[in-house]
């Protein structure tokens, strides 16, 4: 490898780890790491550091948790200080400010989960699959003010079949993400920078942040794309209905063909029907219990055949 860039890297969760981790084994030196604030988790809400700031503390990588590099002018004028070649950003969170984007020689590179111009914003993965896209892709990306909309650099694809789960993708992404990023460096190191592509605004798709009303599952619809639902919020936020006014979250499902009014429970099994269909809910878990088999929740929540979920 030519001389190896001085980096730094910002990023938050699980996602960007693998693409840090790579970074550190491909030679390149990564001075600083950038990740958000510590926040409370668990039934004590305790302070958590981030998954990527946990594991730059591992690779004893000073780490940086500005609230606010927009806001805050002296984070920003430490990060100048840091004289980078390039800053890599892997689902960081925070919004970099002109300056933070203009300091690094060769500026600030994303690694976006999809190919863009489709599913700019903040949850492409299960956006993607909830679309009922058959491919996407990671996009290294040279960052500007706008969402998500400067030029590309590097793409990769990754396939999504009638069997992906958003978790499954996730993994297969930040894989992909974490080759292609080294890659792009190596050929900026080597001055031979890929030439950058303006996105085209036609084909252009805004992945709307995930909130939990996204699950609520609409018995109306087929039973396959309330599948596909299933596959796009798992785990989160995860998908669920209502019995007796309580919530049931569903954890494993399978599609079956026997059919009826949307919504009616047509065995002890717990088989729901849906708009065209019907769902097996293998696992469920009744509000403030266990995960258990749709049979056991039958029982327990005196539910009989013929009997409707909302």
């Known amino acids: 490898m030519n001389k190896p860039l001085k980096i730094a890297f910002m990023g938050t969760p699980e996602f960007a780890v693998q693409a840090l981790d ?10 600083c790491v950038y990740s ?9 809400h305790k302070l958590q550091p981030s998954p990527v700031q946990l594991r ?7 780490v940086r948790t500005p609230l606010s590099l927009k806001k805050d002018a002296e984070a920003r004028r430490a990060f100048a200080e840091l004289h980078l070649d390039a800053a890599v950003v892997a689902a960081y969170g925070l919004i970099l400010p002109q300056d933070v984007l203009d300091a690094p020689k060769y500026g600030c590179l994303n690694i976006h989960a999809s190919l863009l111009p489709r599913w ?4 492409p993965i299960q956006r993607a699959i909830l679309a009922g896209d058959t491919e996407t892709g990671i996009c290294i990306m040279q960052m500007e003010a706008g969402l998500d909309t400067g030029p590309v650099l590097m793409r990769g694809t990754v396939p999504i079949t009638n069997t992906t789960t958003a978790s499954q993708l996730h993994d297969a992404l930040a894989a992909r993400g974490a080759g292609l990023i080294v890659e792009t460096l190596n050929l900026i190191a080597a001055g031979k920078a890929p030439a950058p592509q303006k996105q085209p605004e036609a084909g252009s798709t805004y992945a709307v942040m995930l909130t ?19 596959r796009a919020l798992h785990p989160w936020p995860g998908v669920w209905c209502t019995y007796h006014d309580q919530r049931l979250k569903v954890l494993e499902v399978s599609i079956e063909k026997a059919g ?12 729901v029907a849906c708009g065209a269909g019907s769902l097996l809910l293998k696992k469920v878990q009744p509000q403030d219990r266990k995960p258990m088999d ?6 327990g929540a005196h539910l009989h055949v013929g009997d409707t979920l909302s």
């Open 56 to 62: 730059a503390e591992e690779l004893q990588i000073p």
């Open 22 to 31: 790579a970074l550190v084994e491909s030679g390149h030196e990564v001075v």
């Open 260 to 271: 009826g009014e949307p919504g009616q429970i047509l065995d002890r099994r717990l088989t």
């Open 36 to 44: 958000q604030p510590p926040r409370p988790a668990g039934r004590g």
């Open 120 to 123: 700019r914003g903040a949850a």
């Open 294 to 299: 749709g049979a056991s929740f039958m029982n």
């Open 212 to 230: 939990k009303e996204d699950g609520r599952i609409d018995w109306t619809q087929p039973a396959a794309e309330i599948e596909r639902q299933f």
